[in-house]
């Protein structure tokens, strides 16, 4: 800062230069206060798409109750929303921004007290104590009480409690009270451990139990949980680990070849009492990868805009590599923004077989044939190098190829137009490009299988969800499911897993939070 004396002493030349100086202070400033000024515009519109959102459902929750519903139906459309909810209050805690209170809540709050925990459970003792109990004014202190924190823990069948117990410390000198701080929680002030937190989520995400269901399972180990109890865990963790999902998402985007799949699930629309079909997409690297992930995402339509949103291909700096899909229209898109295409030879082969096995037809028998040659050139490669793989697919699989190819399309002059046959010849000829890109490239599979087999625990999860509940809910899902399916690939135990990385969120950097992705994980020294 130059005072006015200063200032009277400067010639035309410092004076010019002090005045640029300014100026570029200035301006500095108002990118500074333009660039705030945005962030908290996109700051209050998220809030008020949450506060917005958060009316809707209570309104929901109101109105399920008179909407006729099946007693599972019901179970779970509450439970949706009671995590929908619980998410919603996170989300908008971690922006600063409480949720605005109604009577209702006010009402159920004063009702609402934490009930002790049973003294029947058994308990453990852990003690947490200053570093040090000397005084800054070098007299020793002395223990004059302590604060008790329980936490409820489980093992599968039997609950334990944990008791944690800081000392409280006192100086008879100078009256300094010292004590060791609190350690921060997943869920601020929450009961349940991680391990806890991490069963539940991994039973409804894994072993696909919805939470009535664990409900009862709790009951018969000796403590009723209450749904909505689980419900407001679910969806706090939910919101807590989306950011590590995220990581996960941008980590998969480096790979400059992934798979890419789609299966249907069936969404209930609150109000209507009706299901619609709505779609879990799957992307992951390939099994030749040194990095094992898979990440699902959920939309409530089967639109090829998913994907391209995934891919961030709505600006010039979206991924750009080869992309193994079935033959599905939603992915051609892509192709034309500049993701190559690789095809898949399964669904190629898999049109042969249905002619076999429903017609016993001769053509489809020898194009199985040919297509077990191909797959036969495949099983020797699963460890070689990249080059390694491209020069034996070149040496052996291409003559394979160019055989198959000429074979198919001799028959297609023989077969009547609009037959079974001629679809099954047309569905390969037309895509042989694709379908033979992996030959020329040790980096692509031969067909789409691998994320076929990452989709199969969807399909479990299927025939006990009955539906997703919400889009929300469904988001939820595939997030969880990303982390959860992405530790077992890599080998891990996903509820040790999951238990250590809640345990250290709260205080794990963010700017480091790719070392909590599953291929990265490496156990906290307090991990059994």
Known sequence: MITAQQLDQLDPQQMRAAVLALVQQVHAKDEQITRQSREMAHKQALIDKLTHENAVLKRLKFAAKSEAYSTEQRSLLEETLDTDLAELGQELANLSMPLPETEEDKKHKARAKRQLLPASLPRTDIRHEPESTVCSCGCQMKRIGEDVAERLDYQPGSFTVERHIRGKWACGQCEKLVQAPVEPHIIDKGIPTTALLAQVLVAKYLDHLPLYRQEHIFGRAGLPIARST????????????????????????????????????????????????????????????????????????????????????????????????????????????????????????????????????????????RFQSLYQVEEELQDLSPDERRRIRQDKARPLADALHDWMLRCRDQVPEGSATAKALLYSLRRWAALTRYIDDGNLPIDNNWVENQIRPIALGRSNWLFAGSLRAGKRAAAVMSLLHSARINGHDPHAYLKDILARLPLHPNNRIEELLPHRWQPSDSQD
């Not at 998402?249 to 079909?277: C, F, I, Q, Y």
């Not at 779609?279 to 992951?284: E, S, V």
């Not at 992309?323 to 898999?350: N, P, S, W």
């Open 230 to 369: 689980l419900a407001q865990w679910v969806g706090e963790c939910g919101a807590q680990l989306q950011p590590l999902v995220d990581a996960l998402s941008a980590e998969l985007l480096k790979h400059p070849v992934l798979h890419a799949d789609e299966t249907p699930v069936a969404m209930l629309k609150p109000g209507n009492a009706k299901t619609h079909r709505s779609y879990f997409w799957t992307f992951c690297t390939t099994r030749y990868s040194p990095i094992k992930a898979v990440v699902y995402r959920f939309a409530d339509n089967r639109a090829g805009s998913n994907v391209r949103e995934f891919l961030g291909l709505q600006g010039e700096s979206g991924w750009r590599g080869t992309l193994i899909t079935d033959d599905y229209t939603g992915y051609k898109a892509c192709f034309e923004q500049g993701v190559t295409e690789g095809g898949c030879m399964a669904h190629a082969r898999r049109k042969f077989h249905e002619l076999w096995a429903n017609h016993a037809s001769p053509i489809g028998n020898e194009a199985l044939q």
